[in-house]
């Protein structure tokens, strides 16, 4: 891919948007790779006003480390009144999850993972993701891009919301935004969070779709079972896949509440599928 034109993020702060009542409970939304809130509309709809959903698009930025992102990402909120709360942690924002509960900066009253991991449970899988987007021209990667909106068009013809931000989505897939992508890939490859996510103190939760080859959800959750003190409960969605969020929102909304709202003790070596 070339190099990036004069387009740049580095020196720029994490953008949010808030949906839901200031007096809910706050759930702060990390999202993957892809960096912005376009894939989570109809989940969002479906958490309705149950919660504050705080919603986080990443800057553009090729330098930072996961470390800065939990830092400016901290300062953000801070800067919003929003010192505690939940963590939903997407993919690569499960990386920055742990980063944050780390620092303890900002107060989390829960952590839960979409698709997330501690560290990638086949790193060789992210590197190999690296090189590919690296070696692909911008009109393979748009080409790819535009293949995912038509296949979603089709899946989720009965969601509004998600059709509605798909355009978004496709408008937001910039070079620039390609290569910062390529960036957030080889942070997962190189990134070992494992020491943190053993000495997480509040209550941890995993979701995933069970068609997930991005991610291999069985690995990933039996690392967090046997090392994750914290671990109270993990749901695998049959009917999903990686972006279990966007893919089964109804399902991931009503579990998510469960775990915030209700908090229900659940052995950690039950499959709950």
């Not at 993020?9 to 839901?20: K, L, N, Y």
């Not at 013809?157 to 937001?172: G, Q």
């Not at 991610?215 to 003190?229: I, Q």
């Amino acid at each position: 891919m070339p190099e990036p034109g004069p387009e740049s993020d580095d020196g720029a702060s994490p953008h949010i948007r808030i949906q839901g009542p200031a007096s809910a409970e706050t759930l702060v939304y990390l999202p993957g790779v892809h960096g912005d809130w376009t894939l989570i509309a109809a989940f969002a709809r479906a958490l309705a006003d149950s919660v504050r959903l705080v919603q986080i698009t990443y800057p553009r930025t090729l330098s930072w480390s996961v470390a800065d992102y939990a830092h400016h990402i901290e300062n953000t909120l801070a800067e919003h009144g929003i010192r505690t709360g939940w963590l939903l942690g997407e993919s690569f924002g499960s990386q920055i999850v742990w980063e944050i509960v780390s620092t303890e900066r900002f107060r989390a009253k829960g952590v839960i993972l979409a698709g997330g991991f501690a560290q990638h449970p086949f790193p060789f899988m992210a590197r190999v993701a690296t090189r590919l987007v690296g070696r692909s021209s911008f009109w393979v990667l748009t080409a790819a891009f535009r293949a995912y909106v038509t296949v979603s068009r089709a899946r989720f013809r009965r969601s509004p919301e998600t059709l509605a931000c798909l355009d978004e989505f496709l408008a937001r897939r910039t070079q620039r935004d390609c290569l910062a992508l390529q960036h957030r890939l080889a942070l997962v490859a190189g990134n070992d969070p494992r020491s943190k996510a053993r000495c997480a103190k509040m209550p941890v939760f995993g979701l995933t779709g069970f068609w997930d080859p991005i991610v291999p959800w069985y690995p990933a959750r039996t690392w967090l079972r046997r090392n994750c003190p914290g671990l109270q409960g993990h749901r695998v969605i049959y009917k999903a896949d990686h972006n279990v969020l966007g893919t089964a929102p109804d399902a991931a909304a009503t579990q998510v509440l469960k775990w915030m709202i209700k908090r229900p003790e659940t052995d950690p070596g039950k499959r709950n599928g």
